[in-house]
């Protein structure tokens, strides 16, 4: 079955820490990569994506995420968070076909302290 | 940059009311979805539209689920007879026929008294 795990439910962290969200996907056949982010009371935003070629892609705001297919996995990072990275983040999978549906994770809500 | 855009951002209803959410996909995108976020719960896809017909749809879709592109430009989701368990932020999303992302507009929160 198509899933999507997301480890960490709330991820605290200060200003300036290193982060990393763990992302596992369970999917038949090519599968396209996302994440999204979620700001308080906003809607859902793209962060970035993965669909073929370099393993590791940067998204907006300093982000990154590596896919690492013999682990499924895509995690998210960030060298330096800042207060305002406060939000919901959602890793999430498409499959490789036309009008494919996402599959979401749970979510990981990250707090950053100032 | 375009946008997708829902109406209304919340709305109330009682339960067994009918309501109809709206989105305006971004205009030269084909491919349309609905989401749904219970509170506290992972976003669920409900149903994929493309050509004027349901590609796709999940189990919560059920009989009281509805969707329709009644123009060229609205992408409605009716449900017809509202349960508790329906209450959730509904999101619409919209892509283009030469790419692979989604785009998501603001979302619905739909609370059934």
């Known amino acids: 079955a198509q899933s999507v795990s997301q480890h960490n439910h709330h991820v605290i962290l200060s200003e300036a820490a290193s982060l990393e969200l763990g992302c596992n996907y369970s999917?038949?056949?090519?599968?396209?990569l996302f994440w999204y982010v979620q700001y308080p009371g906003q809607h859902l935003q793209l962060l970035l994506k993965?669909?073929?070629?370099?393993?590791l892609v940067k998204g907006i705001k300093g982000f990154e995420a590596e896919f690492i297919k013999s682990k499924f996995s895509f995690n998210l990072r960030k060298p330096s968070v800042q207060w305002s990275d406060t939000a919901e983040y959602f890793c999430?999978?498409?499959?490789?076909?036309?009008?494919?549906?996402?599959?979401f994770g749970s979510g990981t809500r990250l707090s950053i302290r100032p | 940059e375009p946008e997708v855009t829902q109406t209304p951002s919340h709305q109330v209803t009682q339960m067994g009311q009918e309501v109809i959410l709206r989105c305006v996909p971004i205009?030269?995108?084909?491919?349309f979805y609905w989401y749904r976020q219970i509170l506290g719960q992972k976003v669920e896809f409900l149903v994929s539209?493309?050509?004027?017909?349901?590609?796709?749809k999940s189990e919560i879709f059920d009989d009281q689920f509805s969707v329709e592109r009644p123009d060229g430009s609205n992408f409605t989701l009716k449900i017809r007879s509202t349960k508790l368990e329906d209450s959730a932020m509904y999101f619409c999303?919209?892509?283009?026929?030469?790419?692979?992302?989604?785009?998501f507009g603001p979302g619905t929160r739909l609370l059934v008294l």
């Open positions: 999303a919209s892509r283009g026929i030469l790419e692979e992302t989604q785009y």
């Open positions: 999917y038949g056949g090519t599968v396209n």
């Open positions: 993965y669909f073929s070629g370099d393993p």
């Open positions: 999430a999978a498409t499959g490789y076909s036309s009008a494919s549906k996402i599959i």
């Open positions: 205009s030269n995108h084909l491919y």
């Open positions: 539209f493309y050509n004027n017909e349901i590609s796709e």
